[in-house]
């Protein structure tokens, strides 16, 4: 059974600074993975989809890589700022169902 | 807005009562899935569609809930005698086949359910 889980469950850092969110994942046989981004009561936003071929994808001050063999994602934010305070999901996706981690919640103080 | 949108985005209700919700997934997608949220926790899948056939369902998705997508474009869920168990964020993704698009899913903004 494919458990997803993400390290820290919480990350508070001052503006400005780079950080990487950490996911894992049990089965490699994955199709894709997705991170998300979601905001207080809302919905789900896609950053960054990576094909189970692939290492990694860019957009913007993002960076995510994909280590299918060792069963992790590292989602990369340079520069970080207040607007990127959310809870960051990631999730792997094997087939129709995406199976998710719990989040972690990113805090960017002023 | 060509985006996934869900419809009410709230709904409080009493126990034992019925709510219906509706999704109107981007026009060219073939996949529609839905998903539960409760708070802290991520997302966990219910059913999804391929065109207007429901071709997969959670245990998760007792005998009260059940799930319709009659034209292969918009969907419903409907929750019977609706218990507090079932308070969370309901959420609605579609997406093209995976020999399309990487089967990307694109989310809508979720109906949050309340029952009192």
């Known amino acids: 059974k494919q458990e997803v889980t993400q390290i820290p469950a919480a990350l508070s850092v001052p503006e400005g600074e780079n950080l990487v969110l950490n996911c894992s994942f049990t089965d490699s046989a994955i199709y894709n993975l997705q991170w998300f981004r979601q905001d207080p009561g809302k919905g789900l936003t896609s950053l960054l989809l990576i094909q189970s071929s692939q290492r990694e994808q860019t957009s913007g001050r993002l960076n995510a890589s994909l280590d299918k063999s060792s069963g992790r994602s590292t989602l990369y934010i340079a520069a970080s700022q207040p607007g990127d305070s959310a809870t960051y999901l990631c999730?792997?996706?094997?087939?129709?169902?995406?199976?998710w981690g719990a989040g972690t919640k990113l805090i960017i103080k002023p | 807005d060509t985006g996934v949108s869900q419809d009410p985005r709230h709904k409080i209700t009493k126990r034992g009562q019925n709510v219906t919700f509706r999704c109107d997934p981007i026009?060219?997608?073939?996949?529609l899935y839905w998903y539960r949220q409760t708070l802290g926790q991520g997302p966990e899948f219910l059913t999804y569609?391929?065109?207007?056939?429901?071709?997969?369902k959670s245990r998760l998705l007792s005998d009260r809930f059940s799930a319709e997508r009659p034209k292969g474009s918009f969907s419903t869920l409907e929750i019977q005698r609706t218990e507090q168990g079932d308070s969370a964020m309901y959420l609605c993704a579609s997406s093209l086949l995976p020999g399309q698009g990487h089967n990307e899913q694109f989310f809508g903004p979720g109906t949050r359910l309340t029952v009192l």
């Open positions: 999730a792997v996706s094997r087939n129709y169902q995406l199976i």
């Open positions: 569609f391929q065109n207007e056939a429901q071709l997969e």
């Open positions: 026009s060219e997608h073939n996949r």
